[in-house]
């Protein structure tokens, strides 16, 4: 039998997510980089020939399995249906999905064109453990602590307080999916894995005295049941330093490599 081609990613966004799966999938020979673009295109600089791609449009060319966004809400949302034209589309700024007429398109054009729309589990705790039981969820509520330099409040309209611990949101997984996208693909993803963006919980606690952020989860049955997770983590940036080994991991769950020990 023939050894199976390498599954091809195609990168949009160069940051530090972006450069940090680059740089796992050249360690790793069943993977190879299709393509990488970002915005400012200095930042491709240094890249082995022919990997720098100039303009979005022209990633069907390259043939990619999956494109991988780790940019920015934006750009799911001005590219999303073209990248699941081309091939299957993990967004990492699933916090784009509170959109739901962006959600109900993604999901018509992976329909349309046989391909899917794959959500990565990123840093949610025990994603199996809230999938399995999402019917028999009555309530779910995520909490969030982080050191107010960790949490991006450009899209909220609020202003930033360092002064103290405070509750900077208490709502929706939906609603703070808007009002901070950058920071909460977690919340999102937690949601959309359990009871829903308009009924899970999501609250957002800014503290100067962390130095790690704590995430916490709490689920109850409809059965009686509980399920209570809580997770410490350091950042970088607005990023929890894991993202680059998760993210590697849903990819290779999405293109069917298994570890040598795997759990099922």
Known sequence: MPPRRPFRVGIVGFGFIGRALFERLAEDP???AAFVWNRSPE????LPAGLALADLAQARD???DLIVEACHPDVTQARGADFLAVADTMPL???ALADAGLERRL???AAEHGTRLLIPHGALMATDNLVEGRENWAEVIITFEKHPAAIDYSASGLAPDGTGRRVVFDGTARDIGRLFPRNVNTMVTCALATVGLDRCRAVLISDPALTLAIAD?????RDGSRLSLRKEQPMAGVSGTEMAASLL???LRAGGGRPVLDFV
């Open 249 to 251: 991991g849903s990819i």
């Open 217 to 221: 989860i709490q689920a109850r049955g």
């Open 107 to 109: 999901q018509v054009a």
């Open 62 to 64: 390259r043939r990619p």
């Open 43 to 46: 930042r491709l600089a240094g």
């Open 93 to 95: 700024s699933v916090a």
């Open 30 to 32: 069943s993977l190879e």
